[in-house]
């Protein structure tokens, strides 16, 4: 399977090159993408159509590794002060701002999240809020929750995993770079 699609190896950078990347990072994905099809997909027929290959599916796989990998640049980037005529900027968060950016950020996960959202949230975690306040009820198993809210424990599962992944979105480096107190690597936003 493999070596039918190496035979395209140039069409395969060059879909690359025209999507942004340079000629060694083009290199670099169409390996990573032999050794992913390789390991990854287990079903076959969606690389080949018989004896051809699927070039829609490569296309999309490369696609999808090249905007990864600019996503993780982005991430990266590295600015040298000295290169702008800023010398020795020191500037350390201390305990008490990197605990304000971290309780800020999780109030913005809070306000988008969707109010089924944010009681199914409350439920789980044992919180009864009303408007006379709140009040810490037992922690309730996903069938009991799943019987409150009227739906299936699959679709609990499913919507808290969804809520996890917005936090986790939107804190997952600032939260490890907290609790390895490296404050100053905390972004603002």
Do not use: C
């Amino acid at each position: 399977m493999l070596s039918k699609i190496a035979k395209h190896h140039k069409l395969w950078v060059n879909t690359l090159l025209k999507l942004g990347a340079d000629k060694e990072l083009a290199q670099d994905l169409v390996q990573d993408m032999y050794i992913r099809l390789n390991d990854l997909v287990k079903n076959k027929s969606n690389i080949m159509y018989g004896d051809d290959v699927n070039k829609y599916y490569i296309y999309i796989t490369l696609r999808n590794l090249y905007f990864t990998h600019l996503r993780h640049q982005k991430r990266n980037i590295m600015v040298e002060f000295e290169d702008y005529g800023v010398e020795d900027i020191e500037y350390r968060y201390d305990k008490d701002e990197a605990d304000s950016i971290i309780l800020e950020k999780i109030i913005d996960v809070f306000k988008d999240l969707s109010p089924y959202e944010m009681e199914l949230l409350q439920l789980n975690f044992g919180l009864l809020i009303n408007d006379e306040g709140a009040k810490h009820i037992d922690s309730l198993s996903m069938d009991k929750l799943a019987s409150i809210v009227d739906s299936s424990k699959g679709h609990i599962f499913y919507k808290m995993k969804q809520i996890k992944g917005k936090f986790k979105d939107a804190l997952e480096e600032d939260a490890i770079d907290y609790f390895n107190e490296e404050y100053d690597k905390i972004r603002l936003n």
